[in-house]
C-alpha cells in the first residue's frame, strides 16, 4: 500500500495519529489535495445523473471550499479560541485537513440507485468528525468540544462560499453530496 493510500485509510478509520503525521509533513501538501479530489470525484460520480458538469464543478468548488475552511479554521483557531499551547500555520491546516475528506470516498457509492440518499450524510457526518480530530490534532487541543467550535464556526464560513460559487454557477440547490 503507498504512502498516500495508507494515510487516507488511517485518516477514514480516524486515527488521530496520522493527523499529526501530516501536520508535520510539509511534502504531504499534494497528498492532501489528492484526498480533497478524489473524495470530489467521488461525489461527483456518486452524482452522475446530474451530467458531468457537475463533476467537473464539485471538484472546483471542493478544492475551493478547503482553501477557504482550512484558511476559517486556521483564523478562528489560532486567533479567536486558541488554547496556551495552540501553535499551527496554514499549511498545517491545509494538509490535516485535506486528510480528513478521506472518508468522503465512500460518497462514490452514490451511483447505485436508492444508496445516495443514504450515503451522501453518512460520508457527511464521517468526514465531519474526521475533521474534529485532524483540527484538535492540528491545533494542539486537548478540547475536542473547542475543535468541534472552530469546525463548525469554520463550516458556516465554506457553507456560505459553496453557496455562492454554486449560485454563480446556476447550480444552486441542484447537487447532493458537498
Do not use: H
Not at 488511517?10 to 496520522?18: E, F, T
Not at 491545509?94 to 450524510?121: D, E, K, Q
Amino acid at each position: 500500500m503507498s504512502k498516500f493510500t495508507d494515510r487516507m485509510w488511517r485518516a477514514a478509520k480516524l486515527d488521530a495519529g496520522v493527523y499529526e503525521e501530516v501536520e508535520a509533513d510539509k511534502s504531504a501538501m499534494g497528498q492532501a489535495m489528492g484526498a480533497v479530489v478524489l473524495s470530489s470525484l467521488a461525489a461527483g460520480v456518486g452524482n452522475i445523473a446530474f451530467g458531468f458538469g457537475p463533476l467537473i464543478l464539485m471538484t472546483v468548488v471542493s478544492l475551493l471550499g478547503w482553501y477557504a475552511w482550512a484558511f476559517a479554521v486556521y483564523f478562528i483557531g489560532t486567533k479567536w479560541l486558541p488554547e496556551p499551547q495552540t501553535k499551527a500555520d496554514y499549511g498545517q491546516l491545509l494538509r490535516t485537513i485535506g486528510f480528513s475528506s478521506s472518508p468522503g470516498v465512500i460518497r462514490v457509492l452514490g451511483v447505485i440507485p436508492g444508496l445516495s440518499a443514504a450515503v451522501t450524510p453518512v460520508a457527511g457526518i464521517w468526514m465531519l468528525v474526521s475533521m474534529v480530530i485532524a483540527v484538535r490534532q492540528s491545533l494542539d487541543y486537548k478540547s475536542t468540544g473547542r475543535a468541534v467550535g472552530v469546525c463548525l464556526l469554520g463550516w458556516l464560513v465554506y457553507l456560505l462560499l459553496v453557496a455562492l460559487l454554486l449560485s454563480l454557477a446556476g447550480m444552486g440547490g441542484r447537487m447532493q453530496g458537498m
